[in-house]
C-alpha cells in the first residue's frame, strides 16, 4: 500500500512559467516531508524540505506548501527554466528511533524553452 | 571531489550468480542506506547502518546482506541472484543517524540475465 502518492507521472511546463508538483501521503504521522531531484543515470539529489510545524517554505525559486489536514504538499518552481527538467520525487518520514524516508513515484518535469 | 561513490555502476549477470556492490562515503556522515529503485520508480529502503550497526532492515530476502568494515563504507552481497533482483540500487548517507536529508550515490543499475 503506497504511502506516498505522486499521481502525475508527467507534467511539461513552458520555459518561464510556475511549475507545480503535487504529492499525497496517508499517514498523520509523518512530520517532516522533502523533495528531491533526479537526473538520469545520476543519484537523487535534495531540494527543499518543509516540518509539519510550517505550512510554507521558500528557497530562491523553489518554494513548498503544506497542507497538513489534506495530507498535501506541493513544490512550486517559478519561474521554470530548462535546466529544471528532471524527476521529482516526494519524501517523508516520521519521528522515532529511525527515522527512515519513503519516496513516492517521481514525476517527470520537462521545462520546454 | 565524489561525495558518495558506487561501484560498478552496471552489473550484468546469470542467475544464480553471487555479487557485491561497493559504496563509500567521503562526508563523515556516521550513517549509510541502501535503497532499491524497481521498474515501477520507487524507491524504497532496505538497509540503514549507524556506526556499522544495523538499525533498518526492511523485509529483503536473506540473500542480501549488507556489510560496513567502517563508517565510511557499507558493502551490499548478493546471493543466488534472481531475475526478480534486477534494479538501480542507490547507496545513500546522512550525518545524523535517520536524518531526513541523504545524499545519494549514482546507483548501480545490476541486470539478471
Known amino acids: 500500500d503506497q504511502q506516498v502518492k505522486q499521481n502525475s507521472p508527467s507534467l511539461s511546463v513552458q520555459e518561464g512559467r510556475i511549475s507545480i508538483l503535487n504529492c499525497d501521503y496517508t499517514n498523520s504521522m509523518f512530520d517532516y516531508f522533502l523533495w528531491y531531484k533526479k537526473y538520469p543515470a545520476e543519484g537523487p539529489t535534495f531540494l527543499i524540505s518543509i516540518s509539519s510545524i510550517k505550512d510554507k517554505n521558500e528557497d530562491g525559486r523553489f518554494t513548498v506548501f503544506l497542507n497538513k489536514s489534506a495530507k498535501h504538499l506541493s513544490l512550486h518552481i517559478v519561474p521554470s527554466q530548462p535546466g529544471d527538467s528532471a524527476v521529482y520525487f516526494c519524501?517523508?518520514?516520521?519521528?522515532?528511533?529511525?527515522?527512515?524516508?519513503?519516496f513516492g513515484s517521481g514525476t517527470q518535469l520537462t521545462v520546454l524553452p | 571531489d565524489t561525495a558518495v561513490s558506487q561501484t560498478p555502476k552496471y552489473l550484468v549477470t546469470q542467475m544464480g550468480n553471487d555479487k557485491s556492490i561497493k559504496c563509500e562515503q567521503n562526508?563523515?556522515?556516521?550513517?549509510m542506506y541502501w535503497y532499491k529503485q524497481d521498474s515501477k520508480k520507487f524507491l524504497k529502503i532496505m538497509f540503514s547502518?549507524?556506526?556499522?550497526?544495523?538499525?533498518i532492515n526492511e523485509t529483503v530476502p536473506n540473500r542480501f546482506s549488507p556489510k560496513s568494515p567502517d563508517k565510511a563504507h557499507l558493502n551490499l552481497h548478493i546471493n543466488s541472484l534472481e531475475l526478480g533482483d534486477s534494479a538501480v540500487y542507490f547507496c545513500a548517507s546522512s550525518g545524523i543517524a535517520g536524518s531526513d536529508e541523504q545524499y545519494f550515490g549514482p546507483g548501480t543499475r545490476l541486470t539478471v540475465t
Open positions: 547502518y549507524n556506526n556499522k550497526e544495523l538499525i
Open positions: 519524501a517523508v518520514s516520521s519521528s522515532g528511533s529511525a527515522r527512515q524516508l519513503t
Open positions: 562526508l563523515g556522515h556516521d550513517t
